[in-house]
């Protein structure tokens, strides 16, 4: 989202919303990175926040959020067990730190990603 949001009294930077949601996908468990896994690698050697690649938020004409994201999942995991654990880190997460409240989360799983051998 590259435009300002006023929530609840306060005025959020562009970005904050994708931050928030990209921060709730990384912790939840199962999830191995947002967005294509090349660029989410190239990204993460440059950047120092977290990748919004892959994150995609809008608003519904009530004024609820809806947020499209796309992840990598790690293999052994259930998939939609991983979809539903990040559907509600995403939701509560935005609920509790900004008081917004989003109608529809959509997560597309673009691929499995193996654990690396040590």
Do not use: C
């Amino acid at each position: 989202m590259t435009e300002t949001v006023t929530s609840e009294n306060m005025t959020l930077a562009p970005g904050v919303i994708d931050t928030i949601i990209s921060i709730s996908a990384t912790e939840t468990e199962g999830v191995a990175s947002i967005g294509s896994p090349v660029t989410s690698g190239i990204r993460a050697m440059f950047a120092a926040g977290p990748s919004t690649s892959g994150i995609e938020t809008s608003y519904a004409e009530d004024g609820t959020l809806e947020v499209v994201v796309h992840v990598n999942v790690f293999y052994g995991f259930v998939l939609p067990d991983v979809a539903e654990k990040l559907r509600q880190a995403i939701v509560d997460a935005l609920a509790v730190q900004v008081g917004v409240t989003v109608s529809r989360v959509d997560v597309f799983i673009d691929g499995i990603q193996f654990a690396k051998q040590s």
